[in-house]
């Protein structure tokens, strides 16, 4: 009797430790094959990836990854002592420092440096600065608009298209620059590069103007010109934006440049359509293609300052893939800057746009003053309430779960923190941190961010933690996801990853 229920328990033992040894082996097989699910358990870790300093006082920096060969890949810095220097006449003020570019390794070693000349100015309007392999021979070229008229800094006849090797920093090429704009100050330097692929062979985009007459140029490999569409003052359909995304928006191989509301197609430059076009005649801040996941389908959102006479509404419009309205909202306000961005843990896609009052700027930064800030699920256009301010934020996936957290440290106004989508603080960059780029451009998980500080600290921060989840890679292997980080020495183009 005894014996028998002996076995019995060494049987039930076993039975347990079986069943023990079996949930253990199914969590490590689970873990192994969602590495997503087990990384939501930890805590995001900020810390410096690399830090270096480029010796030089710093008041506007832009970076942009760059291809050094078909292996390393390593950061161009544009920059000066000057802040951003703005055409605008209240904005705009002499430069005290000339522009410098320079590429250095992702570990901070400097790999070469160019001092520019005395008439190229550090604003992002007068010098857009663009990387990109142009003859495809592993190695960016480095495109920027330079003035060869060292005395007469605000002159047209001296701007120049120039190209030089990103790895070496050697003269490559230089063309003259198109003049489409005989206006204001603000009207003329509103200078673009940009690049894109037609069924897998680069294209190099020219651009300028943004409020009345505009020229968009595309060149083949040799530069040789392939088309080009110049939008007079007077022709009906929006103006252009301070954003200027390409994306392939039809996926038929051919990416498409956003002129403002206008989509146009690389291959040939026509028009897939213009969205607005009868109804809407002045710019938008924010054009920014916004991916619904489920679907695989983009929309694009757009905020709209004060238009002709004040009569322009809505202010904010969001638009399905075929440029046709889905939702839109405010009848007044001067819109002026946001983004979209997908919030986790169950992909909430938020649109966020800010209204203001008056904006200054000059030696001293960038200040908004009345800043309403507005919230919206982005394809409902439901309002939603941030549980942060997101004025002056960037969404950034930097524990790779695949889906965004908010640094706001874009302008003096931005309070260098680091926010989770429940509007917890979950790092902190330094009080006098400016964010360049926040994009994966190092070779570990999850995505990082590039700061830059007054006395020429550069540091790349990251969370410790990272993990990619199936999502996060998806992202980064979308043939959108390069097109967007090339975009960071041109144009207003640092959060367009949020809609992605
Ligand atoms: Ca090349
Ligand atoms: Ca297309
Ligand atoms: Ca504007
Ligand atoms: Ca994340």
Redesign the pocket.
Known sequence: MESCMLTHWIRVKMMKNIQIFLIVFLTILFVQAYPGYSQKQQEIELMPLAEFNIQAPVGKLRAIPVQLNSKTRGILLAYSADKEIDPWIEMFYPPTDRMKIAVYSIEGQKIWERELGKGVINGIWFTPVYAFDMDQDGTDEIYYVNNIDSVHILSYEGLRLAAIDGSTGKDLGSWPWKRVEQGSLSHTFRNFIMGGYVHGKPVLITAQGTYASMGIQVWNPGMNQRWELLIGKDEPGPRGS?MSPVIDINSDGVDDLLWGERCIELDRGKYLFIADRDVYSG?S?VIQPTLHWPDNRWYIFTCR?TGDQGQIKPRVVMFDEGGNRVWHDLETGHM?MGWTAHTGPEDKTVAFTISRGKKVAGPDGFFRLDVVEYAYEAFSGNPVNLPFSAYNTVPVDLNGDGFHEFASALDEQSDKKIYDHQGRVIGDLGEKAYLAMASKFLDRPGEQILCYYPDGRIVIWGDKNAVDSPRAVKRYQHPYYRQCQRLTGTGYNLVNLGGL
Request: proline share 0%; no cysteine.
């Open positions: 301070h710019h801040d300052e002026d």
